[in-house]
């Protein structure tokens, strides 16, 4: 097994369990600014860690053209939205 790929792995390990806990928030909470905020940062960790494993494995079409932009647009995404309604 590939260095680089023992560490991707490991990076969407980490990362996907991370974004699991924003996205069990999604359905408990019933306040809608928090469940969108925690969809938000949940699915851009998750999309994350996507990138890095496709990354590990190689797979430069997935990681770069894909993944990465995913992940980058999901995360602007939630920059607007906390700008707008995340401060009282």
Known sequence: MDYYLLVGILIFVSLVAAGLVPLLMFFKVKIRTIRILSLLLGLFAVTHGLYHLSAGFGNEF????????VSVSI?????????KKGIV
């Open 75 to 83: 995360l602007v995404a939630f920059g607007l939205y906390y700008s």
């Open 62 to 69: 997935f990681s770069d053209l894909v993944f990465e932009p």
